[in-house]
Structures are given as C-alpha cells and as structure tokens.
C-alpha cells in the first residue's frame, strides 16, 4: 500500500470528521489497526448494508426490441466494435448489446437493499486493504449515505469479499432489478419524471438538476419488485462479468443455470492500419467489465434508466473519468437445502 494512499486517506478521514462537529483524530493510524479492531470495523460495515433475499427462479434477461439509438442512427464509426470468432470483426450499435432476450435461471441469493454508502466503504479504506477513494473529499459525491464513487473494480471486489459478500453476476443484478414480469423499469413500464428519482433534467435548475450524486434510498419509487432500491438511476454499479456486446448472442434458444458471463476480456477494435489487401485491423486488449444500471449525470433519453441497460467499463480508471457516475452493491449465495 503506497504512503500517497495512506494521505490521502488521512485526508478524508479529516474532511468526515470537520463535517461531523468532531475534531478528534482517528484512534488508530490507517493500517495499523490490531486484528480485533479490524474485525470491528467489518461488522461495523456489514451492519450499514442490509440485504433482500431473492428466492432465484427464471426470467428473461435482454430485450427483443431495444429502443432507437439516442439522435437517431448510428453510422458506422460510432459502433463498438471487437474482435469476434476467429478474429472476424464485429461492430455493435448502442443498446444492440441487450439482444436477443434469453432465459436465465438463478439459484436463491441475497442482494445489499441499496449501493455501499461511502460510511460503509470507508470502514475498508481505514484499515488500507480497500484503495482509498479519489472522491472521498468532494463536495459533490462525498456523504456517508451517499454512494462509494470513484472505486474501480477491483477495489469494489475487494469490499464485498472483506465483509464475506460478493459482487453480483450481470443475471442476479437484471433479476433483483426486473423480477419475472419484464418491466422496462425497476418501478414498472412508465418513463421516470424529474424529481421521481436521482437524475438530471434538462439544463433548467430544479429538483433533479444538482450536479454529483444523491442519498441513497432518497427516491422510494426508484424501487424494485423485490424490494431493492436504487437500481434506476443514482449510479451505475459494478458486476462481477467481463463485457462484450455480443454475449447474448450465444444463448439466443437456450436456457442458462446461472451465467457468469465470458470467460475472457474482450479485444476492442481501435483502428485499421494500411488500406486494401494490406489493411490490418489494431487491437487493444481492455479489462471491460459490466456496469449496470443509469446514472445521475444523464437522463436523457430516459431509456438509460431500463432494466436491461449495460455497459462495458474499463475495471482499472486512469483518471476520474467515468467513476464519477459508479458505485457498487454486493450480493451474496445462499445455499439451497438438499
């Protein structure tokens, strides 16, 4: 663990204490906390993140019929492409990674009711197993209900496996979000409005307008069938799956136990070299993994708030980039009677 890490954990550590009234410093230096103490902290952080159990059962996971491309259509430059079987390009447009819809049945698992708070991941960060996060002192993202933003993928895995819990596959996240009944939205079929959940609207200020990210459970329509709140928008979230946009394809007229997505990061196609015979595609190998769910920063079109929305993230950020509209929440099995 780097001593850069170290300040500026100290640096947070200070910020929630100035903002709570309390000027006292931490009873013990990050990374130096005894055994015990670490075991407190966990337990402490458990406590904050209260989960929903979900009995499993099948459901259809994607869409048959995605919504147009935003601004109308795409040309062919602005697709996703990758590299496909036997190194064939393939190009995707947006939302044509939702396709085709396919059945998925899920053994019974638990899911947290709401993202990890940064009062939760904080926790970690104090004792320096979990990276400390780039956001935890911004007036914009920083609250202890407020999302954990700015945690790259790993530091997400690393959480959930530090309180005994787990990130969850792509198909338990759609299933808590969707249910069996196929609904468009966490809440049901209808477009959210402003002030209904936590998005921007417009360039007016109003309710919905507030740069950064909200209080989680702020928003009880943002709710769904099971119980689970938050998986409309506030946030996109971080699952254990590798992406690629033409994962669905493989299951078309199956039914799958249980996926866990590809085995292997995607080859994202960046741009070909020479021209005719001698043009020679250029690939860059990207750790992407899943993220789901919408996110505060847009809310136009609303269809980026659907239940079978995803996208492809690089799990390590260079730069806040994108890790400013992501968070995280955990899930956990349970094991089925005999």
């Known amino acids: 663990m780097t001593e850069r890490w170290a300040a500026r954990l100290m640096t947070v550590t200070l910020v929630a204490l100035l903002g709570s009234g309390c000027s006292k410093k931490p009873a013990t230096e990050p990374g130096k906390q005894s055994r015990e103490e ?59 990674d939702e396709m085709p819809a396919h059945e ?33 002192s911004d007036v914009d993202f920083w609250g202890p209900n407020r999302p954990a933003t700015g945690v790259e993928w790993q530091a997400a895995r690393t959480f959930c496996e530090w309180i005994g819990r787990r990130l969850p596959t792509e198909a338990e996240w759609e299933f808590a979000a969707r249910g069996t009944d196929g609904r468009a939205y966490p809440w049901g079929d209808a477009e959210p409005k402003c002030g209904e959940i936590a998005m ?35 946030v996109r979230e971080w699952v254990s799956d590798y992406f690629h ?22 080859d994202v196609f960046v741009n070909t070299i020479g021209e005719g015979q001698d043009a020679e595609n250029f690939f860059l190998t990207e750790q992407h993994r899943v993220v789901r769910g919408g996110t505060w920063l847009y809310s136009e ?16 950020q260079h730069l806040r980039g994108e890790l400013i509209t992501i968070g995280f929440r955990c899930a956990r099995s349970i094991a089925q009677a005999p």
């Open 200 to 234: 921007r609207l417009g360039q007016e200020k109003d309710a919905c307008d507030r740069f950064g990210t909200k209080n989680v459970e702020l928003y009880p329509m943002d709710k769904s069938p099971f119980g689970v709140m938050d998986m409309g928008a506030n």
């Open 104 to 136: 998925v049945c899920l053994d019974p698992f638990e899911i947290d009711r709401h993202e990890v708070t940064f009062e939760a991941y904080q926790k970690c960060a104090e004792t320096l197993i979990c990276k400390p996060s780039d956001l935890g």
């Open 38 to 96: 670490v075991s407190q902290l966990k337990s402490a952080a458990a406590a904050l993140l209260p989960m929903v159990r979900i009995e499993g059962g099948c459901f259809k996971m994607g869409t048959d019929d995605p919504p147009p491309a935003p601004g109308g259509p795409e040309k062919e430059e602005d697709k996703l492409c990758v590299k496909g079987r036997e190194g064939a390009v393939e190009c995707y447009g947006v939302y044509e």
């Open 245 to 266: 946009p033409g994962y669905y394809m493989n299951f078309r007229d199956e039914k799958t136990t249980n996926p866990t997505g590809p085995e292997d990061a995607l």
């Open 301 to 316: 079109p609303a269809t980026s708030y659907r239940t079978t929305n995803r996208r492809g993230v690089e799990e390590t």
